[in-house]
């Protein structure tokens, strides 16, 4: 919802855009990891938002098979709102994945740094087996973040499909049922998306606790 009003510019922008606030908050003085943890955290809540709001799009959605005349244009619109909602948190979801790729970018390459100023090679070696755990953690959290975002895309096309082919004539129970196979696989897509963005929520979390 705080990104609604740039939801055009995304695409073009994303992550040149998190580069610069993350250049914002550092010269500010902000640490690289605090700024990182905040980016991680935040990838967190909108997957798990982005999750939340695709469940609630895809059962209004099969809400609708059974019912007919007002009450099932009143469920079709609230579909279509439902769907919506989940594409905007999806964006969400993408830019904060460009923002935690951008940020954790930062952090290791300020870390791999400062290793070379540790006073012993023993402090030098732990320092870079610590840096090498929490680079696999982050690039798990990315791969996870990028595989719930490829699987966003079409639980969105057949959600949004759906809606607008029943909104055709929607107070037909009979077009209703003639499309619930189509309903049941849109709300297939979407249970898919959900998973794996709590799967990419999990993964943050797992990050973090690596990050301490």
């Known amino acids: 919802m705080r990104r609604r009003l740039f939801l055009v510019?995304?695409?073009?922008?994303?992550?040149g855009c998190a580069s610069a606030v993350y250049d914002s908050l550092e010269r500010r003085g902000v640490d690289s990891k605090t700024v990182l943890e905040g980016r991680v955290r935040e990838a967190r809540e909108d997957a798990l938002a982005a999750a939340s709001k695709l469940d609630v799009a895809s059962a209004a959605l099969a809400a609708a098979k059974g019912l007919e005349g007002a009450s099932l244009a009143r469920q079709i619109d609230a579909a279509r709102a439902g769907a919506q909602d989940a594409a905007v948190a999806a964006q969400d979801v993408r830019l904060s994945a460009d923002t935690v790729g951008a940020s954790g970018a930062?952090?290791?390459?300020?870390?791999?740094e400062e290793i070379a100023l540790y006073d012993t090679a023993a402090e030098r070696?732990?320092?870079?087996?610590?840096?090498?755990?929490?680079?696999?953690?982050?690039?798990r959290l990315g791969g996870a973040l990028g595989a719930a975002s490829l699987r966003l895309s079409?639980?969105?096309t057949l959600l949004n499909e759906e809606v607008a082919a029943l909104r055709r004539n929607p107070t037909?129970?009979?077009?209703?049922?003639?499309?619930?196979?189509?309903i049941d696989a849109a709300g297939a897509s979407a249970g898919e998306a959900?998973?794996?963005?709590r799967e990419a929520a999990a993964e943050a979390d797992r990050f973090l606790m690596n990050l301490r």
């Open 9 to 15: 510019f995304l695409p073009l922008f994303a992550a």
């Open 106 to 112: 930062r952090y290791f390459r300020k870390w791999e």
């Open 125 to 139: 070696d732990a320092a870079a087996d610590r840096l090498k755990s929490q680079a696999a953690a982050h690039k």
């Open 154 to 156: 079409p639980a969105l």
């Open 172 to 182: 037909s129970g009979v077009l209703v049922k003639s499309r619930a196979d189509r």
């Open 194 to 197: 959900s998973a794996a963005l």
